[in-house]
């Protein structure tokens, strides 16, 4: 094996080159809120997954800079934020190599993504639904050029001052992520390429096991669990042992049953409010009657503690408050200046994640990725789906549906 090694560094400088790893980096349209841009990622690991079955491949985490729901102007720049702030690397590592862009420009050497494709989809539109891709001119195009350097000039994660592109084009697609892989591996030889607007191509298979491997490899960072946890222990009454949510080491060694888990005392309800009371109007109630079904719920499981997580202002959380009532203990997580100042809006939105998924029951928004996640989170921790796959309805809303139950595969 050793000598076989030496041939190939003696050997065509093209082998040297295919052993050497290549980098796919990827972004998302702008307006996409936190918990969308965690779906995205799920399907580009995918991909780079299946990538590595040809050559060595790594996947630059997209850095996160200005998001449109982080609003705070009191916790310093919200840009150009690793993933490490917010999620366990070492574990998303154990489904697929990835990097920090960072770490990508040190070993890159040079301020220059090689390729940039940027999705989009077919200017004419489609009446029958295949799977294709083409090179197509830009229907819109963020990107400029740059006749001093002779390069391509754009966002690039908040890195736009030191960053530019060797090359842009623009590629109309209909497909899933996997449509990519064959372009990638046959069509381009780039050291360094980047797929802006990713989430125009589709999860491969939702829902299926491989689908929930790169979820449960998506765990969050150490440091804001732990935040989680004591607020739990303190005011939640509800520890891992007791409440049966003790999770494994390694996400691959973590496989539960529906009911496995038990969760803590408290209700706890994702209430999104903010943006949400205007584009979903249907779907979200007047806290007044938000108070009542989650009183009637507390209720019904025996429940006297209500944890709330909400985007809601402080009057809107106080008001519902209010309705709820005394013979209900109601919780919400408030971070200290120094928590706020160290893990942004993104890392309170998280903790507040955390703590909903270890509630005995969960009440989510209708169509919120916020609650979605915390659906999954739930499925990979092992409560029964009713405790689960719930949601609040509008008064109006009588039928008041509930959640599709997208259960956890193996
Ligand atoms: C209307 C649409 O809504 C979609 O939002 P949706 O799926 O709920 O969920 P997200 O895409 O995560 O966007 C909502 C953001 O608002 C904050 N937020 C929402 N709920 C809470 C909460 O309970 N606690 C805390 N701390 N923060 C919360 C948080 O920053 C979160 O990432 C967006 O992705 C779309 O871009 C669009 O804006």
Not at 108 to 117: A, L, S
């Amino acid at each position: 094996e050793h000598s076989e090694h030496e041939h190939d560094l003696n050997g065509a400088s093209e082998d040297l080159k295919y052993r050497e790893p290549r980098y796919l980096l990827y972004d998302v349209n702008p307006g996409e809120g936190f918990n969308l841009r965690r779906d995205v990622y799920m399907r580009i690991a995918v991909l780079v997954r299946s990538l590595n079955e040809d050559g060595p491949w790594t996947l630059v985490l997209p850095p996160w800079s200005r998001l449109y729901h982080w609003r705070s102007r009191d916790v310093g720049p919200q840009e150009r934020i690793p993933w490490s702030l917010f999620f366990d690397l070492d574990s998303l590592r154990e489904f697929v190599p990835v990097m920090e862009f960072h770490e990508f420009l040190e070993v890159n050497k040079k301020n220059t993504i090689d390729e940039v494709y940027y999705l989009q989809h077919y200017k004419e539109g489609w009446d029958k639904w295949e799977e294709k891709m083409d090179k197509r001119p830009c229907i819109t195009n963020p990107y400029d050029w740059n006749p001093e350097s002779q390069h391509w000039y754009g966002w690039f994660f908040g890195y736009n001052d030191e960053v530019e592109a060797l090359k842009m084009e623009c590629i109309s697609v209909m497909g899933h992520a996997g449509i990519l892989k064959p372009f990638l591996l046959k069509n381009t030889s780039a050291r360094s390429v980047m797929l802006d607007r990713a989430e125009t191509v589709l999860h491969d298979r939702y829902g299926d096991a491989v689908f929930w491997q790169v979820r449960r490899s998506m765990r969050f960072s150490k440091q804001l669990r732990d935040i989680g946890d004591a607020f739990r222990a303190e005011f939640l009454d509800s520890t891992d042992a007791k409440d049966k949510t003790v999770v494994e080491k390694s996400w691959k060694n973590m496989k539960r049953k529906h009911g496995d888990a038990l969760g803590g005392p408290y209700l706890a309800v994702h209430l999104r409010r903010a943006d949400f009371v205007r584009v979903r109007e249907k779907d979200v109630p007047s806290l007044k009657f938000a108070a009542k079904q989650l009183k009637d719920l507390a209720e019904k499981h025996s429940l006297n503690k209500i944890f709330v997580a909400t985007d809601a202002p402080m009057d809107e959380y106080k008001l519902l408050k209010g309705y709820i009532g005394d013979s209900y203990e109601v919780f919400k997580f408030e971070p200290t200046k120094q928590m706020r100042k160290d893990f942004k809006d993104g890392g309170v939105a998280i903790i507040d994640q955390w703590i909903c998924a270890h509630a005995r029951l969960f009440v989510g928004t209708r169509e919120s990725t916020f609650s979605f996640r915390i659906q999954d989170e739930r499925e990979i921790l092992g409560f029964n789906p009713d405790m689960t796959f719930n949601r609040l309805c509008h008064e109006k809303d009588k039928k008041c549906e509930q959640p599709t139950r997208w259960h956890i595969e193996y």
